[in-house]
């Protein structure tokens, strides 16, 4: 087997994004129905991009271009790298470069996981005296070594096999977490319980009042302080002398790192053992940006970013989901000059509505078999991305070759991946 070195252009055509018209920031371009794709939301995609954050106008779309779906996007400003294909037709700027295979010649699955195969050869031919940037012309000139056709089909089908069963197990655990999040609005938002047909509905004056009365609490409920229900520990940065990478002392995190993922990856660690979350606790971002949660996965230390968050009666699955609720508009009670942030006092003040112990217990025991999947499911895509990962530069540089891989060959690592869950100490 042997390579073909090649550059970018001789696997299909490429060229910029547009966005002509100045101001960018013209009103006029945007909030129509035409998707526009940003570097960010490259960078968010996992292997198909099917959501973005703003849409182009028809004035926005006479200015840009429409690139159809199975584009493959190449970052080349501010994220330098980043890549995603397109699931659906969107117009994106000239910090994004567009790719389509010539027919025959290239699999744009296989040219996307080349592109991340050399990622950091990208980063470094990026490099300038002010700010990263990468050309279309220095990523043309970037030689590049590439496999025969039907075995870029057969590397690519190996591949995005596993970044299927990953966007798979995503979908379901959105669709649990809007589930949850959904009860939740009904019985402490809007107060439709079971049973709240029968129970009795009470004004600031006490007097009964019909349901859906504006300012009526169910009788026993209380308009309280999230410290009646919420225990908080705010993090502290030990020295940089106790960082370390090497898996010594326990992972720790300055912020909420998986702004899109309930669990935290562990990067960096830490020997100064002062602050510490356990597993099962929240962790909640109270700076820059305020409100964001994870749920720590074992032992860890946290940071200034962070503070840690435990319900008194131990009510985890409601207390996760009350903070969703809490702090879903993001950095809405920060506070600070240079970056928004909230103190501890800041966070015992704030107001909620405390429902009788009997109904945070039955949301609790309602979602909980929801949340388990969803730990279930995010450790099957730890897994998952492991296995890719360690398969790629294995398969893309040809040290693995794929000649004569077979089907049962190609299935069985995906199998083993998808049943085995990694090791995060006691549930």
């Known amino acids: 087997m042997s390579l073909k070195k090649l550059k ?13 018209h100045r ?44 690139w159809p779906k199975g584009t493959l996007l190449i970052t080349i400003a501010a994220n330098i790298g980043d890549t995603a294909i397109l699931g659906i037709d969107a117009c994106f700027p000239d910090s994004i470069v567009g790719f389509q295979p010539y027919e ?42 590439v496999h025969e056709y039907t ?10 096999a596993y970044d299927e069963l990953i966007e798979n197990n995503k979908q379901r655990i959105k669709l649990l977490e809007e589930m949850a999040e959904e009860i939740y609005k009904e019985w402490f938002v809007r107060f439709r319980f079971p049973g709240y047909e029968s129970t009795r509905f009470l004004n600031e004056q006490g007097k009964e009042v019909p349901h859906g009365t504006v300012g009526a609490l169910p009788d026993g409920w209380a308009n309280s302080r999230l410290e009646s229900v919420c225990e ?28 899109s993922d309930r669990f935290p990856n562990h990067i960096t660690y830490c020997t100064d053992l002062k602050r510490i979350a356990n597993e099962g606790e929240i962790l909640l971002s109270v700076r820059a ?18 503070c840690s968050v435990k319900h008194k009666m131990n009510l985890i699955n409601y207390c996760y989901y009350l903070l ?41 025991e309602f979602v909980k078999p929801m949340d388990d999947e969803i730990r279930i499911l995010s450790d099957k895509n730890q897994l998952l991305q492991q296995t890719r990962d360690l398969l790629l530069p294995r398969l893309i540089s040809g040290k693995l070759s794929v000649e004569h891989l077979g089907e049962q060959e190609e299935l069985e690592p995906m199998a083993m991946a998808a049943e085995q869950k990694p090791h995060y100490g006691k549930r």
Do not use: C
């Open 8 to 20: 970018l252009n001789d696997l299909g055509s490429v060229g910029r994004g547009k966005s002509k």
């Open 23 to 66: 101001p960018r920031n013209d009103e006029a371009l945007y909030n129509g129905p035409y998707p526009f794709v940003q570097t960010g939301d490259v960078k968010a995609a996992n292997f198909y991009l099917n959501e973005y954050t703003q849409t182009y106008s028809e004035l926005g779309l006479s200015q840009s271009k429409l």
């Open 104 to 145: 025959g010649v290239s699999d744009v699955r296989y040219v996307k996981y080349y592109l991340d195969f050399i990622k950091l050869e990208l980063e470094a031919i990026s490099r300038g005296t002010t700010q990263d940037n990468m050309s279309l012309d220095k990523l043309l000139t970037k030689n590049i070594f």
């Open 151 to 160: 075995e870029q089909v057969k590397i690519a089908s190996i591949l995005s």
């Open 232 to 259: 908080f520990q705010m993090g502290q940065s030990p020295s940089s002398e106790f960082y370390n990478e090497e898996k010594i002392g326990l992972p720790f995190h300055q912020g909420v790192t998986n702004f």
């Open 289 to 306: 940006p305020v409100g964001r949660i994870n749920i720590a996965t074992t032992k860890l230390v946290i940071g200034r970013g962070l």
């Open 324 to 364: 969703k609720d809490v702090f879903r508009e993001e950095d809405s009670f920060g506070n600070g000059a240079v970056f928004n942030a909230v103190s501890k006092n800041d966070l015992l003040r704030i107001r909620i509505i405390k429902p009788i112990n009997v109904k945070a217990n039955q949301f609790q």
